[in-house]
């Protein structure tokens, strides 16, 4: 189906254990975005890209990791899960040209790490 | 720095009423796009509305229309005869034409009481 699909939904992990949230979007949107939503904070940005191989951290990139080998994929990683990291993740994607689009986002992923 | 400020948490509205959600930013861009996302308990992101800074006439989509002050860097979301499907949390955003991030305020969640 065409649109931008994350997965999984949902995840309960440990501290310290290694968690990747996958992203795939099918329009071929040149960027790519990770936020987390946490109550008070609203949306943050943790990385972005604008291209393949071409990644930026963004507000709270710490404790994350991203790559970007292929357009349409924008994996999240974290690399040893903190209690802090428990929040819903969106992933969202959006094109570029003369005028800037709207972010298409995600249905979310929603982390607990325990 | 680039920021967005949305000073109510909390709203509610009687259904069939108006209610106008308050949204300000700060940038020492010239141009720049402005959004207000819809959230729904489904945590699905949705567009309501977008405005280019360089537009003089407000937005509007059907009972959804917006009052920007750029002098002020005013961005208030008007909800005319308001709908139970209305009740969400509402988000504006921000991005400056020459930047790659989307600015996203804290949010304010708006109830639509019957």
């Known amino acids: 189906d065409a649109g931008i699909t994350q997965s999984p939904r949902y995840k309960i992990t440990e501290t310290g254990r290694q968690v990747t949230l996958m992203c795939h979007q099918t329009?071929?949107?040149?960027?790519m975005f990770w936020y987390r939503q946490d109550l008070g904070h609203g949306l943050r940005l943790i990385y972005y890209?604008?291209?393949?191989?071409?990644?930026d951290k963004g507000e709270v990139p710490d404790g994350y990791v991203v790559s970007r080998s292929k357009t349409e994929n924008f994996p999240l990683t974290l690399e040893s899960a903190t209690r802090s990291q428990t929040s819903v993740y969106f992933c969202?994607?959006?094109?570029?040209?003369?005028?800037?689009?709207?972010?298409?986002f995600g249905e979310g992923s929603r982390l607990t790490v325990l | 720095a680039q920021t967005v400020t949305q000073s109510q948490p909390e709203m509610s509205v009687q259904e069939a009423e108006t209610v106008t959600l308050s949204c300000t930013y700060d940038?020492?861009?010239?141009?720049?796009?402005l959004f207000w996302y819809k959230q729904p308990p489904s945590r699905q992101m949705i567009l309501v509305i977008r405005?280019?800074?360089?537009?003089?006439q407000n937005a509007t989509e059907n009972r959804f229309s917006v009052n920007f002050q750029k002098a002020a860097k005013s961005f208030s979301l008007k909800i005319s005869d308001s709908q139970l499907g209305d009740t969400a949390m509402y988000f504006c955003?921000?991005?400056?034409?020459?930047?790659?991030?989307?600015?996203f305020g804290t949010g304010t969640s708006l109830t639509v009481i019957p």
């Open positions: 969202a994607s959006s094109v570029r040209g003369k005028r800037i689009g709207e972010l298409f």
């Open positions: 329009w071929s949107h040149s960027y």
């Open positions: 890209s604008a291209a393949a191989d071409i990644t």
């Open positions: 940038t020492s861009e010239s141009n720049y796009y």
């Open positions: 405005q280019e800074a360089y537009k003089q």
């Open positions: 955003a921000f991005i400056p034409n020459t930047g790659n991030q989307f600015y």
